[in-house]
């Protein structure tokens, strides 16, 4: 079984900067991608950033240049770090993991999520 727990969300002002930390625990494939997702109310959830263990990062349009994914293979732990935000970021962030594993079976997990609150 796989956890993931979050941590660091909270309030903070606009133009602030938070940073969200993600620990997996368990049988984790090796070969995985782990991202983070927001939803904010009243509306679906949407990938903000994600983070292969092979490759390169790939964020929404929305926080590209003020947000930054990152990933500590040793730790299994993945980190948000947001700047700048903004009224539009208050949403509860959830820490996604995936792979598809050596018997082709695709996995995802994901945390409990964390609330993000930005005020004007």
């Known amino acids: 079984q796989v956890q993931l727990v979050e941590s660091g969300g909270g309030l903070v002002q606009a133009g602030g900067s938070l940073r969200l930390s993600c620990a997996a625990s368990?049988?984790?494939?090796?070969?995985?991608?782990m991202a983070w997702y927001r939803q904010a109310p009243g509306k679906q959830r949407e990938l903000v950033a994600a983070?292969?263990?092979?490759?390169?990062?790939n964020y929404a349009d929305s926080v590209k240049g003020r947000f930054t994914i990152s990933r500590d293979n040793a730790k299994n732990t993945v980190y948000l770090q947001m700047n700048s935000l903004k009224p539009e970021d208050t949403a509860v962030y959830y820490c996604?993991?995936?792979?598809?594993?050596?018997?082709?079976?695709?996995?995802?997990?994901w945390g409990q999520g964390t609330q993000v609150t930005v005020s004007s």
């Open positions: 368990g049988s984790i494939f090796s070969r995985n991608v």
């Open positions: 983070v292969p263990s092979w490759g390169s990062t």
């Open positions: 996604n993991a995936d792979w598809v594993d050596d018997t082709q079976t695709y996995m995802a997990y």
